[in-house]
């Protein structure tokens, strides 16, 4: 078996794990945040955790909307999503997992978010395919503790793609390339980026759940492997106010029974998409102003979507909800007709459901095919992106159906209606209460 492809059928987590030297699986759900939380499982007791699942106190976790008095989060395990780690711990693997709240999938959980828009699209005969860009900074404290670029080296003015910068972390790129194509991810490039100490790395599209767990396991993957070298990774939106913040683009592509729904043999605005193409895009227009609480979630993502310059004078980040074809100065990106790039989200976003609410939105604009207009213009009534992170919690608040991809007031979700409501305010509230400390810390350390 290629270590870290499905496990799914009849061969069990602890067998699979056995066969693969793994001594302990990290038992791993996200928050709200996208912080990775997990329990350190021994194999000896994998056929429990498959069976019964890993409690937490849901509270303890953060950002879940739970209090102390709520019952456990129940960690049950994907085998799906097993994947070895050795190149962290030799030994080791991680299992994404779905959590339970008094045996049903537990509605504020980013994961099980995401399945129910997997779901809905599945209702309509489609299913969503999803490339991610992980960017993110290598640093290191100085002497006075400040954060400085861990290569002492890389300060040109315009260091993107620059091949010494890339060549002096070469032992870091390259392992954390030769991970992805251990486990059969297929990386396919990793390249300096805009900001001096700025990096990307690639790997092939995947279906929506896939690239949001795989983005989960990278960012962790980046970070362990930046400290084994004395490094700190953050992916901390705009760490550096003269640099290029780090986004986290979301190429995105639907697929029916009979093939990709995006291209079109015939388009006379160019680009050579479907209605269907055209109908998501449009949703993503619509909606962006709301999903800006959810992609770019902290005070500190409006200092990258604000900037008026940086060092290498471009910020690449969108200012307003318009399109166009391969131009990265647009919201949505139309690189070819196979898919469309949406650019707004950033390094602080949960991979889990930032993907959910690019599918809500961009699935509203197929049921009810919207059109984006004419790809390059800017229509009059194109809404500007928030400026703040209080804007974009006040759109998000007023939009329908970005805030349905992440209601959870349904029978059956884990919680009573009640409980779901009480509850539904703490996670509508929950981003605007983030300070820039909170960010820094979280996203430099964690």
């Known amino acids: 078996m290629t270590p870290g492809l499905s496990v799914a059928g009849t061969q069990s987590l602890a067998s699979t794990a056995r066969a693969d030297g793994v001594r302990y699986l990290l038992a791993t759900f996200t928050t709200l945040t996208g912080k990775p939380c997990s329990k350190l499982v021994p194999v000896s007791a994998a056929d429990e955790l498959e069976g019964e699942g890993c409690g937490f106190a849901g509270y303890a976790a953060g950002g879940l909307g739970q209090v102390p008095a709520d019952p456990d989060v129940v960690a049950v395990p994907d085998r799906s999503s097993y994947t070895p780690l050795p190149f962290v711990r030799p030994g080791l693997a991680m299992v994404h997992c779905d959590p339970h709240v008094e045996g049903v999938p537990y509605a504020f959980a980013p994961r099980v978010l995401l399945r129910r828009q997997i779901a809905a699209a599945a209702d309509l005969g489609l299913s969503l395919s999803v490339g991610a860009e992980v960017e993110y900074f290598l640093v290191k404290r100085g002497l006075d503790g400040r954060l400085v670029t861990a290569d002492a080296s890389d300060d040109a003015d315009q260091p993107c793609y620059d091949t010494r910068g890339v060549t002096r972390m070469y032992d870091h790129l390259a392992a954390v390339s030769d991970v992805m194509?251990?486990?059969?991810w297929g990386p396919y490039a990793s390249d300096h980026e805009d900001g001096n100490g700025q990096f990307e790395q690639n790997f092939h599209y995947a279906d929506a759940l896939t690239t949001a767990d795989r983005v989960t396991t990278l960012r962790y993957v980046i970070q362990m492997l930046a400290e084994q070298r004395g490094m700190i990774a953050t992916y901390m939106p705009k760490p550096f106010t003269d640099r290029t913040g780090s986004g986290m683009h979301l190429h995105l592509s639907l697929w029916g029974e009979d093939g990709p729904r995006?291209?079109?043999d015939e388009d006379p605005r160019g680009l050579g998409l479907s209605r269907t193409g055209y109908g998501f895009t449009a949703g993503l227009l619509a909606h962006a102003p709301a999903m800006q609480a959810v992609i770019a979630p902290t005070v500190n993502s409006y200092k990258r979507t604000g900037a008026t310059s940086t060092a290498s004078g471009a910020t690449w980040a969108p200012r307003a909800a318009t399109y166009g074809g391969n131009d990265r100065t647009h919201l949505v990106r139309v690189p070819d007709p196979h898919r469309v790039e949406l650019r707004a989200g950033d390094g602080a976003a949960s991979s889990h459901l930032a993907t959910a609410v690019a599918l809500g939105a961009?699935?509203?604009?197929?049921?009810?095919d919207l059109d984006p207009g004419a790809p390059g213009e800017r229509p009059a009534d194109a809404p500007l992106l928030p400026r703040t992170l209080l804007d974009a919690v006040h759109a998000f608040e007023a939009d329908d159906v970005v805030t349905g991809v992440l209601d959870a007031v349904d029978p059956g979700a884990g919680v009573s209606r009640y409980y779901a409501e009480l509850k539904r305010e703490e996670f509508y509230s929950w981003h605007a209460r983030v300070t820039d400390w909170?960010?820094?810390?979280?996203?430099?350390?964690?």
């Not at 194509?181 to 059969?184: D, F, H, K, P, V």
Request: glycine share 14%.
């Open 181 to 184: 194509e251990s486990l059969g």
């Open 262 to 264: 995006f291209p079109a």
């Open 362 to 368: 961009g699935l509203d604009g197929v049921r009810r």
């Open 438 to 446: 909170e960010v820094d810390r979280y996203l430099t350390a964690v």
